[in-house]
């Protein structure tokens, strides 16, 4: 199952709602989130600097990842963006891809 790395930035509402009701509380709401779409939440930490929050995620596909984050953006309490992770593999296989590209030509 493809892994996705998501950072969510807490807009005033949000950060908030996280000191109401804990930082327990909302990677439950994550997780519950995660697991309707099939997914599985493998790690769901806070962070101090100008991201509030990295996950890691395993979803069924990057439609998956897309309603994560459209259902969280569009909620209006947190920002996030979503990162595509690779494992090693994936990059020695890409490695050995050798597409036809010829840069600045046309």
Do not use: C, K, N
Request: aromatic share 6%.
């Amino acid at each position: 199952m493809p892994r996705f790395l998501v950072i969510a930035r807490y807009e005033a509402q949000g950060a908030r709602a996280v000191m109401a009701a804990g930082g327990s509380a909302r990677r439950s709401a994550f997780e519950h989130a995660v697991l309707d779409l099939e997914g599985r939440l493998e790690s769901f930490d806070f962070a101090l600097g100008a991201d509030d929050v990295y996950a890691v995620v395993d979803l069924p596909d990057t439609a998956a990842a897309a309603a994560l984050s459209l259902t969280i953006s569009g909620g209006g309490v947190a920002t996030v963006r979503t990162v595509v992770l690779l494992t090693p593999e994936e990059v020695d296989r890409a490695a050995r891809l050798h597409p036809d590209y010829a840069p600045g030509l046309r």
